[in-house]
């Protein structure tokens, strides 16, 4: 697999998911609860991957202490792949997904993409119902990455 390129796909927050991509070798993991967890299992990905990570803008309707938490948890992830030596770019939703193919209007519509794509790339992955789709997420963001870096 020589100049095969180890991808990492990080939707962040609470209900999100990290996933692996490295050759024919694809992995998705709910987002570890804590920080020891998430450091752990960036300490499994083999030597030098590329981590993408999606990072919203705030919506005006969420408070203001939900908008922190959000972007504390961002910073987080970026301390820990750093600290992993794991370089990363960060990546705006509606970026990864209109290359990717979404023509979703609405979130709903977005979330139901992102489950029906991930699901026809991967039928073998555990994508789940989750309403806000974590895992599928996680999966094209790699996918995203593994096609544009």
């Known amino acids: 697999m020589t100049g095969t390129k180890c991808i990492i796909g990080i939707d962040p927050g609470i209900t999100g998911a990290v996933a692996y991509n490295y050759g024919e070798t694809v992995e998705v993991y709910d987002m570890p609860r804590t920080l020891f967890g998430i450091d752990s299992l960036f300490r499994t990905f083999i030597p030098d991957p590329i981590a993408v990570i999606e990072v919203s803008q705030p919506v005006p309707m ?52 992102s489950i029906a794509e991930a699901k026809s790339l991967y039928p073998d ?25």
């Open 62 to 113: 969420e408070g203001a202490a939900s908008i922190a938490t959000f972007f504390k948890h961002i910073g987080h992830l970026q301390g820990l792949l750093y600290s992993n030596g794991i370089k990363w770019m960060e990546v705006r939703p509606q970026d990864w997904k209109r290359a990717m193919g979404c023509k979703g209007k609405t979130r709903a519509e977005q979330k139901a993409w």
């Open 125 to 149: 992955k555990d994508i789940g119902q989750r309403k806000d789709a974590g895992r599928a997420d996680a999966l094209l963001i790699a996918r995203y990455g593994r096609r544009f870096l």
